[in-house]
């Protein structure tokens, strides 16, 4: 009995974990973090995020974790530092710094843009490469990410606070992956797709791409072409279901319960669900739409 309640408490903590992780967002810092040598290391600087707002994203940045002449943080400062912040934390017990040899870290210009990313983009992944780092500014640097980062290589201004003459640009490559909707078998030109056809898959998806995310965007429409299994779908290249066809004899019935009339019609232009299309009464030749 002991054993059992044990058991049922550890699952219950963790599944109050989990809804916490998927309420509050996550904050995680690696045991060792290269960070660009600065004389004040902020939460900003050295967090990865999963999850979290963008209100605590920019609270971070607030956040005094260390100085330029620390080597390491606990965990017990750590936690006293960010008790306030409404997330859950994944933190190492001890936080080795390391810093870069240039005034600015790839590592670091690589989590913040994730970070700024996830923020706006909670069910996505980004996969970032930074190709080149500006050598002229100062170490306290700052990066303005108020720019279109919907692209594969992105520009992102970075500056010197101190000496705002000092300027240039971080360049980098951004791959966003989403879980898309995909078929699980090859569907031929026209036939209806059905739930048991699709299945779900981490995929990139490029910019500008009019990719189908879920199953629910698929069922009940019908490709315009030939579509091999494990393909990402465009919604261009899908039509919904028509399940009425022009010339196609249907009974229309009008009223409520307590009195309906029933017609038989006549179908002037085909339709799929959700579709108003012309009808012609066979016994009056008028025209109505339902």
Not at 134 to 152: A, G, R
Not at 249 to 270: D, H, N, Q, T, Y
Request: proline share 3%; aromatic share 8%.
């Amino acid at each position: 009995m002991r054993l059992f309640n044990r058991t049922f408490l550890s699952a219950v903590i963790f599944l109050m974990s989990m809804q916490a992780m998927a309420k509050h967002g996550e904050i995680i810092i690696s045991s060792a973090t290269e960070i660009s040598p600065r004389d004040v290391i902020t939460a900003y600087d050295i967090v990865e995020t999963n999850n979290i707002s963008r209100e605590i994203l920019e609270r971070l940045k607030n956040i005094v974790v260390a100085t330029g002449k620390s080597a390491r943080i606990t965990k017990i400062d750590l936690i006293k530092k960010l008790r306030m912040v409404d997330s859950y934390f994944m933190f190492p017990t001890e936080v080795k710094l390391l810093r870069s040899k240039q005034f600015i870290s790839r590592m670091e210009v690589e989590r913040k843009i994730k970070n700024h990313l996830l923020a706006n983009c909670k069910k996505c992944d980004f996969r970032i490469n930074i190709n080149s780092v500006p050598k002229i500014v100062t170490s306290d640097w700052e990066m303005d990410l108020n720019v279109d980062l919907n692209k594969k290589t992105v520009m992102v201004p970075v500056y010197s606070v101190s000496q705002p003459d000092k300027k240039g640009w971080i360049t980098a490559e951004v791959k966003k992956y989403m879980n898309v909707a995909i078929l699980n078998r090859d569907v031929k030109f026209g036939e209806p797709i059905t739930e048991a056809m699709i299945t779900t898959d981490l995929r990139y998806v490029p910019a500008g791409a009019d990719v189908v995310l879920s199953a629910e965007g698929l069922i009940g429409m019908q490709p315009t072409k030939y579509m091999p299994a494990g393909e990402m779908i465009s919604y261009r290249d899908l039509k919904r279901e028509t399940v009425m066809k022009k010339g196609q004899i249907v009974k229309a019935v009008f009223g409520k319960e307590a009195f309906e009339v029933s017609i038989s019609a006549l179908a002037e232009e085909s339709g799929a669900i959700g579709d108003v299309i012309k009808f012609k009464n066979m016994d009056s030749q008028k025209m109505f739409s339902a």
